[in-house]
């Protein structure tokens, strides 16, 4: 079975600053996805970056990108330029042809100002 | 608009009572999936469905019960039987054919037992 750990519960970073959420994940599948969910404190689920295996090239959202390096089973993702509305728990997520989706347990993150 | 709606969005549950949290969406999803949150922990999937009037138990299916009679909604029901039903509770839905790889949240039902 798939498993993704996220081994930072807690992070913080000033206002402005970047920050790098870490990810790893466990699978025997060649063909997946990979995202990550923010969750601010309305607990609205938000999808903010999605990664195809397939691909090489690191998949970039405005102030978020991710460094996904597929042979490590890393995925973490960077928030430059952080602000304050990026306060809130991110859940990294993993995704294989025809089977559910597996969600990480989440890291808390706090901008702070 | 599209999207997914959960109702209510608070419930109040006294000991021994069954309630139903709606989940309905205009989005033409094929699946759909309720998951539990528990404050300050990650997502559990309790049931999920793939076609209309099927669907498979989750990883915290006990003390829950669900129906897909329609394609656009999947309700929850919360028997008495789950003793710690206080939760977040989170429907989502997605399509399953290619290009399916994204799913979807509604705002989440919050459950308390009184």
């Known amino acids: 079975a798939q498993t993704v750990t996220q081994s930072q519960p807690e992070m913080s970073v000033q206002e402005a600053e970047t920050v790098t959420l870490s990810c790893t994940y466990d699978?025997?599948?060649?063909?997946?996805?990979l995202f990550w969910y923010k969750q601010p404190p309305s607990r609205q689920m938000i999808l903010v970056i999605r990664?195809?295996?397939?691909?090489?090239q690191n998949a970039t959202e405005n102030r978020f990108s991710v460094n996904f390096q597929k042979a490590a089973k890393s995925f973490s993702l960077k928030i430059s330029d952080s602000q304050l509305g990026d306060t809130a728990m991110y859940f990294c997520a993993f995704m294989s042809y025809g089977q559910n989706f597996v969600f990480g347990p989440g890291t808390r993150l706090s901008v702070l100002p | 608009d599209g999207g997914i709606t959960q109702s209510p969005k608070y419930l109040f549950r006294k000991e021994g009572q069954n309630v139903t949290l709606s989940c309905e969406q205009n989005?033409?999803?094929?699946?759909m999936y309720w998951y539990r949150q528990d404050p300050g922990q990650g997502l559990r999937l309790i049931y999920y469905s793939q076609i209309v009037n099927d669907f498979q138990k989750g990883d915290i299916a006990e003390g829950y019960s669900v129906s897909r009679e329609k394609k656009e909604s999947f309700p929850l029901t919360v028997t008495s039987a789950q003793k710690n039903p206080t939760a977040f509770y989170l429907c989502?839905?997605?399509?399953?054919?290619?290009?399916?790889?994204?799913?979807?949240f509604g705002e989440g039902s919050w459950l308390t037992v009184v």
């Open positions: 989005l033409n999803h094929d699946a």
């Open positions: 989502a839905s997605r399509f399953l054919q290619t290009g399916g790889n994204t799913i979807y």
């Open positions: 699978t025997s599948e060649n063909n997946y996805y």
């Open positions: 990664q195809e295996a397939y691909k090489q």
